[in-house]
């Protein structure tokens, strides 16, 4: 069992920062690939980054690339989302995830990750 806990959204100006941090709790930690996905109004859950549990493993989603940086701290339980040069489009709540892959592999799939934060709203405008 994995408890996630979100932090670090906000309102921030077109062009800007935001660094969003993903506290888990529970067994093993570094058991687990992690992600982020963000699901704006109206719209269905959208993919934006992975990371495998020893962090050599990275992959985004096209519409990030360049722009977000996933890592992970596996002494303190922590994934982090760097996001910067921020667009409107960027508005959504963003959600932590867990799947729990000893092995290494990543996947994008939504319904591969069985444990999931509450989430944290980030809103980018002028």
């Known amino acids: 069992q994995v408890q996630l806990v979100e932090s670090g959204g906000g309102l921030v100006q077109p062009g800007g920062s935001l660094r969003l941090s993903c506290a888990a709790s529970?067994?093993?930690?570094?058991?687990?690939?992690m992600a982020w996905f963000r699901q704006a109004p109206g719209k269905d859950s959208e993919f934006v980054a992975v990371?495998?549990?020893?962090?050599?493993?990275?992959n985004y989603a096209d519409s990030v690339k360049g722009r977000f940086t996933i890592t992970r701290d596996n002494a303190k339980n922590t994934v982090y989302l760097q996001m910067n040069n921020l667009k409107p489009e960027d508005t959504a709540v963003y959600y932590c995830?867990?799947?729990?892959?000893?092995?290494?592999?990543?996947?994008?799939?939504?319904?591969?990750?069985?444990?999931w934060g509450q989430g944290t709203q980030v809103t980018v405008s002028s």
């Open positions: 995830a867990a799947d729990y892959s000893p092995l290494g592999l990543i996947t994008t799939a939504h319904d591969a990750f069985g444990y």
């Open positions: 529970g067994r093993a930690f570094s058991s687990y690939a």
């Open positions: 990371i495998n549990w020893s962090g050599t493993i990275t």
